[in-house]
């Protein structure tokens, strides 16, 4: 279960500055593409990057879907697990194993 | 702190199928941006969208980034209530509030 | 035929600066994902955005795209066009007239 | 300027379908993102990828540019060439030669 400590401090900071009007699940779903490429941009031009700036770009991605998760009324961790099962079954570890290769291609 | 259970289970997973030597951070920050356009998608045409749809690519962004924050050896959660009082800081409720207006130009 | 100007300004403009080097296919690729991320940010909030800032994010995407499209030694019409051949088959006039339903489920 | 050819194919492309009324220029901008990411996803766990996949994936972004151009009503080209002389000034070759680095850290 995701801990409510985080969940609870988001939504009294957006509660405080009286954000939620901007946070459609459309909105949360552009700021997720949005701050994801700012933790590419990272990594433009090398496989290196600076860890400080890596870990906060990160938490910018990580804060906006856990406000998506919230808005959605869903446990983070919880749809995290459920997909893992799924994911189970399209790469059987024995078929999967050493291989990137994506599964309609196993 | 993020529930060692959910981090636990990735890390089977990954290990089972021999994963980790495809996890270099660069490589998991494009996991992030790819998945995090099938979120998107979700929303391409239109504001509404399919739940069921929506749930999943989020677990499927949420999944490459609690990989990438234990490859970098950090918990989630921490990082995102640290990133919180950086941004309490940029968007004092006062001036922020209701605005959706970036921090440079409030 | 794409207008060469714009190409052989490109080729001067990276060449002046010894950036070829940095300018691998993934590189690339990753460029464009940023850029375009920035595009998207123009309208992270709304779904009216300044118009010159939009203008000169678009830009920037379509910079990447035909130093892409050099490295890989195509020409970006003619991709383009080529595509638009098999677009064409995947969404015959008289199924998806008005419609913005993907292909796969006409 | 650019081939008058290409804005043609796509503005009947789109008008026989009747999709004008999808392509808002968020959704534009939402659509550019999507493909840029399928093109990263050609690299998604290496720096090499199959050229043609690379291609078609190239052809999208840049489609979704041209209509993006013809909906603001700029030619994409000439706004290339106008950034480039923005770029031009914040990366003088003298100082920008052989590096990657962004311009705020130059």
């Known amino acids: 279960m995701t801990d409510p400590l985080v969940r609870d401090a988001l939504r009294a900071f957006v509660a405080e500055r009286e954000w ?8 949360l779903a552009k700021s997720i ?6 933790l590419l941009e990272c990594f433009q031009w090398n496989a290196d990057a600076d860890t400080d700036a890596v870990k906060e770009e990160l938490a910018d ?3 906006y879907c856990l406000l998506l998760a919230d808005r959605l009324g869903v446990d983070p961790d919880q749809i995290v697990l459920d997909k ?5 079954t399209k790469y059987p570890a024995d078929r999967a194993r050493g291989r990137s290769t994506k599964y309609d291609a196993l």
């Open 20 to 27: 939620a009007q901007f946070h459609t699940p459309e909105n």
């Open 33 to 38: 593409s949005i701050e994801a490429a700012e």
């Open 61 to 63: 991605v990580l804060t």
């Open 84 to 88: 893992l099962e799924l994911t189970r």
